[in-house]
């Protein structure tokens, strides 16, 4: 039943899309709804779905109601490439948001760059992301300081001088991330006495993690999404490593405790937001959330909101919808009260913001620290 009813909710925005109305502004999403890190997408999309609902409740843009169509990129690069160009030929939508893993915004932001459609990544954080060209944003910090982040809390507030690296190869995020923070750790003053690797799919880490037993290292850095994340939290304490592990956003998902079960518990992690903020914007949007949905708000779907409510916000001040226009508006977007943060997008159009270190505690997020850019 419940599936049924996910089935139900998540062919709705697509079915909206498909028949384009005269009085809607069409907007594409492209994102994981299935795969190995599906909760980055289904997430996403819930923040998305609960911005345009409020909007259009206000209203809408323009005088006109924002319509949603979602795609599938079944965590694949080459699905995310191809979802876009059908969101921009056949849909013809006028922006894009998506997308959250790096290599897939990689692969599928050009694609909207040469097509002069604006593309605002919710969360991708590897620099390279809105290279692509002058209509690709993301309202997300980015790598360089996720991984200062953790380096800093690292060598300052955990006292490690030896840490080992385990970093996914085929993830451009997980490898940006991992060499970030190798260089910041090191400046520091720290050793990284073993800098290991796997691939996303990959179910057996023993080898690798024998390896940095026998380093000794003080914390073990695995900047790589949540599925693979468990897994090497089980098989380490298994081996009896007992340093704690630290990593970045991609570990944001309720699924991380669901693999990692108790070993993933005390591990530490940089994210985009907390919780447990008494900010009034937050607690707002997480008590509308779980109105809507009956669950907590990850970051993700926090990041999918704000990055909504930004692209809504650039098309009203926009003085037509050619892309064009979204675009000048959205590189306009300057002190925006998002449930992130305050977000500016600078000349690079990333934004800058602080970031949060967080502990798992179970399914709770346990709020640590600040670290403001
Ligand atoms: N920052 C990750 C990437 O670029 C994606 C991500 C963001 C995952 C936020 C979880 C939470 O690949």
């Known amino acids: ?7 139900a909710l998540l062919t709705l925005p697509l079915l909206v899309g498909c028949t384009k109305k005269e009085n809607e502004i069409l907007i594409g999403e492209y994102d994981s709804l299935t795969g190995s890190d599906a909760t980055f997408g289904l997430s996403t999309n819930k923040g998305v779905r609960l911005a345009f609902e409020e909007i259009n409740a206000a209203g809408g843009v323009k005088g006109k109601k924002l319509g949603l169509i979602t795609l599938d990129d079944q965590g694949k690069n080459e699905e995310a490439a191809s979802a876009v160009t059908r969101l921009i030929t056949q849909n013809k939508v006028v922006a894009i948001l998506g997308g959250v893993a790096s290599g897939r915004s990689k692969a599928a932001a050009p694609i909207a760059q040469s097509n002069s459609v604006p593309f605002v990544s919710p969360a991708s954080t590897n620099p390279d992301v809105t290279k692509a060209g002058d209509y690709v944003f993301r309202v997300c910090f980015i790598d360089p ?30 490898v940006g991330l991992a060499d970030v923070f190798s260089a910041e750790f090191k400046k520091r003053g720290g050793e990284i006495v073993a800098d290991s690797s796997y691939q996303a799919g990959d179910i057996d880490f023993k080898a690798q993690l024998t390896q940095i037993r026998s380093k000794n290292p003080d914390g073990i850095y695995v900047p790589g999404y949540y599925t693979e994340v468990g897994l090497i939290a089980q098989q380490a304490r298994q081996l009896g490593i007992k340093a704690p592990l630290m990593g970045g956003d991609g570990w944001d998902s309720d699924k991380l405790s669901e693999i990692g079960k108790e070993a993933i518990n005390g591990n530490y992690y940089s994210n985009h937001y907390t919780v447990e903020s008494s900010d009034p914007a937050v607690t707002e949007f997480i008590k509308k ?48 009260g998002g449930v992130t943060g305050k977000i500016t997008l600078n000349e690079n159009r990333d934004a800058v913001k602080s970031a949060v270190i967080i502990q798992v505690d179970g399914k709770n997020r346990k709020y640590i620290s600040t670290i403001s850019p």
């Not at 039943?1 to 089935?7: E, Q, T, V, Y």
């Not at 490690?160 to 997980?174: E, F, G, M, T």
């Open 289 to 336: 959330f779980k109105a809507k949905y009956n669950e907590t708000p990850d970051a993700l779907a926090a990041l999918g909101y704000d990055a909504a409510r930004i692209l809504a916000a650039a098309i009203e001040r926009s003085p037509d919808l050619s892309g064009k226009a979204i675009r000048d508006e959205l590189a306009k977007t300057k002190d925006f």
């Open 145 to 174: 300081f996720q991984g200062f982040v953790m380096a800093k809390f690292s060598s300052e507030n955990l006292k490690h001088k030896k840490v080992a690296i385990l970093r996914d190869v085929k993830n451009d995020y997980s």
């Open 1 to 7: 039943m419940k599936r049924l009813i996910l089935a």
